[in-house]
């Protein structure tokens, strides 16, 4: 039996479309579909109920999805165990939000390069529902957002959240400690609506029977980083993000009388009976993320000079 044909039906019915497994095993749809029915004459069964327009395995593709999976198990097995000890390549599809982007992902990217120097890696940063709904189509395979995916074959780890500070043009806000009613004349700047960020800024106001005077959306890290230089207003971020931006920015971060909400990261990932590469990728950034303190203080070194960056993703 092939197990190429194996993976293939495995991942068929793990994303409930051949052309999403396609998309996740670099096939095309009909190379797919060939593999599909060439591993169905060699069982004598149909796998795959074609017969509707909504994906449905048959009974025997339910019964063999499980042998699939211990059939994947067991050639990682045999392949760790039989292994000749040659550093280990690693493909991922990962994707953050801007938060996660503009603290620790590219220091922690390095260090998995360094780790792993075989590391070929598709990197997208985009908002967190559609990092959720990619990795729930199994279009990629590790996500860092805000909330975690809800999805048979996914998991989901709660990383260190990230504290958040108000930050400011040091040449235009010089005081010590800001009380949050003179933050709420100010022209606010954070993260598009809807978002975390948004959402908890303005509850926090509305909490103290407050209505900021105006709260501008923006989809860019970088984009707000420019606008507070500028002298336009005060941006709510990720403290981390800041300190790593202090390297090629001039930013004050603003003390409030008020605590502000952390925000929460979650790692989200698709597992793999045939590797335990996500697995491995997850931890090594748990473990970077939690230790993050003096990781940022090197980054933050290492990056200073540089221009800033002019990516505009969303997060």
């Not at 990728?281 to 939690?290: E, G, K, L, M, R």
Request: contains cysteine; glycine residues 6%; charged residues 25%.
């Amino acid at each position: 039996m092939n197990l190429r044909f194996v993976e293939a039906f495995y991942w068929v019915a793990s994303l409930k479309s051949v052309s999403r497994a396609a998309e996740k095993l670099y096939l095309t749809q009909s190379a797919m579909s060939s593999r599909i029915a060439t591993l169905e004459d060699e069982l004598g069964v149909l796998l795959l109920d074609r017969a509707g327009k909504q994906f449905k395995l048959t009974g025997a593709g339910t019964r063999f999805l499980s042998y699939a999976e211990k059939l994947l198990e067991l050639q990682r097995e045999v392949k760790a165990e039989m292994g000749s000890g040659q550093a280990m390549a690693v493909s991922m599809r990962i994707g953050a939000i801007e938060s996660v982007l503009h603290s620790w992902l590219i220091p922690w990217l390095e260090k998995l390069r360094a780790d792993h120097p075989g590391l070929e890696l598709e990197l997208t940063v985009e908002t967190t529902p559609i990092l959720v709904d990619q990795i729930q189509r199994g279009t990629l395979d590790l996500v860092f957002a805000v909330l975690p995916a809800s999805s048979e074959g996914v998991r989901n780890q709660a990383l260190p959240t990230m504290e958040m500070a108000f930050v400011g043009n040091p040449d235009l806000h010089k005081k010590r400690n800001y009380r949050l009613r003179e933050l709420a004349d100010m022209e606010l700047l954070t993260f598009q609506k809807g978002s975390q960020p948004h959402v908890t800024l303005l509850d926090l106001f509305r909490s103290h029977q407050m209505e900021p005077k105006r709260v501008h959306a923006i989809s860019s890290i970088s984009a707000m980083v420019q606008l507070v230089q500028g002298g336009f207003g005060v941006a709510l971020l990720p403290r981390a993000a800041v300190e790593r931006l202090t390297g090629f920015a001039r930013l004050k971060p603003l003390t409030c009388d008020e605590k502000l909400q952390s925000l929460p990261i979650h790692a989200s990932y698709r597992t793999d009976p045939s590797s335990k590469t996500v697995e491995m990728v997850v931890q090594s950034a748990i473990a970077f993320a939690s230790g993050g303190k003096s990781h940022q203080k090197g980054a933050r070194k290492s990056h200073k000079g540089k221009p800033l960056p002019s990516k505009k993703s969303m997060t």
